[in-house]
């Protein structure tokens, strides 16, 4: 009965986590226990952290788990002990599913933004507000605007040192991304619109005759990383 209190208690509490420009995050101490500083954008809900005897690093079998609904859709995350051990949460057909093993360290950006896929155990959680970004190298630039997605396998993702380590990030399809390169006071630029293969990329690219960009495409396909499909 202590365990089942203590699972159901810990729905109460929410952690709102402010975000930072890094792939990182740091752990700080909050009023209610160790907080989450992290780059997902926007604040991440990574809750829920207790304070006081449940509050720090489960150790045994205890970690972050994603609360799942019937049709996968992550409804909620919690810190939890043994009782989440048999995978079943509550009488609403709903399941519980491991993220961050002797962690109380959850992903999670609210109601509609995660899903559970029970067969490959694997999460896709939406950062719901887009973001952009601007990487330069040299002469050649990108630029990046859409939402981030993030994801990751039940279990397989671990807080070492202040680094969350397991999460692949991309974009989702409807991500828009143009590239430039400036040499001499000469700039050329290109909308590559939304997401493109590495052959789709090249051939815009080639196709725009446009000399800069195409003596710089692989230098530009290498700041896109994970935008490329």
């Known amino acids: ?25 740091e752990v700080v101490m909050g009023p209610l226990g160790p907080e989450v500083i992290t780059n997902f954008n926007p604040p991440a809900n990574f809750g829920p ?3 006081g005897a449940n509050g720090g690093t489960v150790g045994g079998v205890g970690g972050s788990y994603a609360i799942v609904d019937p049709n996968g859709n992550v409804t909620n995350t919690i ?13 609403g057909g709903d399941t519980v599913a491991l993220q961050v093993p ?9 109601p509609n933004t995660t899903t559970y896929d029970r067969e490959t155990k694997a999460f896709t959680a939406v950062d719901p507000n887009p973001i952009e970004i601007k990487i330069k190298d040299g002469d050649s630039s990108v630029t990046i605007f859409g939402n981030k997605v993030l994801t990751f396998v039940s279990g397989n993702i671990f807080v070492s ?7 692949q990030e991309g974009w989702n399809s409807n991500s828009t991304a143009s590239v430039s390169v400036t040499e001499e006071n ?5 909308d590559l619109g939304n997401r493109k293969t590495n052959q789709e ?29």
């Open 102 to 110: 002797n962690s109380n360290v959850g992903v999670w950006f609210g």
């Open 79 to 91: 810190v939890c002990h043994s009782f989440c051990a048999n995978g079943t949460f509550g009488p």
């Open 161 to 167: 040192n202040g680094t969350l380590s397991g999460i």
């Open 201 to 229: 990329v090249r051939k815009l690219i080639e196709d725009s005759n446009l000399l800069l960009l195409n003596k710089r495409v692989e230098v530009l396909i290498n700041l896109l990383d994970s935008w490329v499909k």
């Open 186 to 190: 000469i700039k050329e630029s290109l």
């Open 49 to 51: 952290t207790v304070g």
């Open 1 to 25: 009965m202590k365990k089942i209190t203590y699972a159901l208690t810990v729905l109460l509490f929410s952690v709102f986590i402010t975000q930072s420009a890094n792939a990182n995050f």
